[in-house]
């Protein structure tokens, strides 16, 4: 077991449309768990799990923020202080793919500008005739603003792990290729351990890099 200095720590969000399944995915990958009909979430939600990335102990904490344009004054308070967010919309209901356009201009404006994002087209599980956004759509979307893309389901589980995993995975990605001075927490929402675990991945990418050159 990890020492809590040892383990890094990332501040994620999730944000969309009230009903999207936020809560959902949150609660799928932080206990495994579904809920058909969770209760609509008021100001902010909260989980934690800690998972291995390269032998790099990481806690994630995720804020599931409310959709409510009533409680938008709130939860862009969070933006500034995460290092990824999931923009999440129902594959089954037009109009929350519609107002991602709108959340990520609030994503853009509020959070950080190193932030990772990944869109996520959530319920596709659903029966075809109820789909109103291909894949195809989703794809396009984040292809032209740079964004990661998944679709997932919190009932059959497909892709909600892969989600987090995969935005984790880019955002110490970039921490190592010194996107941004992770120690001296330039990019708010990230803390690399500061002990031997971090500093040896370091060493490694420092020798490597003297080799190379």
């Given at each position: 077991?990890?020492?809590?200095?040892?383990?890094?720590?990332?501040?994620?969000?999730?944000?969309?449309?009230?009903?999207?399944?936020?809560?959902?995915?949150?609660?799928?990958?932080?206990?495994?768990?579904?809920?058909?009909?969770?209760?609509?979430?008021?100001?902010?939600?909260?989980?934690?799990?800690?998972?291995?990335?390269?032998?790099?102990?990481?806690?994630?904490?995720?804020?599931?923020?409310?959709?409510?344009?009533?409680?938008?004054?709130?939860?862009?308070?969070?933006?500034?202080?995460?290092?990824?967010?999931?923009?999440v919309y129902d594959i089954t209901r037009r109009e929350t793919f519609a107002h991602i356009t709108s959340w990520l201009e609030d994503t853009r404006r509020f959070g950080h500008e190193k932030m990772t994002m990944i869109l996520v087209g959530n319920k596709c599980d659903e029966s075809a005739h109820k789909r109103a956004v291909s894949i195809e759509e989703g794809e396009q979307f984040a292809k032209e603003n740079g964004l990661a893309f998944m679709e997932t389901s919190c009932k059959t589980a497909y892709n909600v792990d892969e989600a987090f995993m995969k935005t984790a995975s880019t955002v110490l990605m970039k921490a190592r290729d010194g996107d941004f001075d992770a120690s001296s927490e330039e990019l708010p929402g990230i803390r690399v351990g500061n002990g031997a675990i971090w500093r040896r991945h370091q060493d490694r990418l420092g020798r490597l890099g003297s080799c190379c050159s």
């Open positions: 077991m990890s020492s809590e200095s040892e383990i890094c720590v990332f501040n994620f969000i999730t944000i969309g449309d009230s009903g999207v399944g936020k809560s959902c995915l949150l609660l799928k990958f932080v206990n495994n768990k579904f809920q058909a009909d969770p209760e609509i979430t008021i100001g902010v939600g909260f989980g934690i799990k800690i998972i291995t990335i390269d032998n790099i102990p990481i806690k994630l904490r995720i804020w599931d923020t409310a959709g409510q344009e009533k409680f938008q004054s709130i939860t862009r308070t969070y933006y500034r202080n995460a290092a990824a967010a999931l923009l």
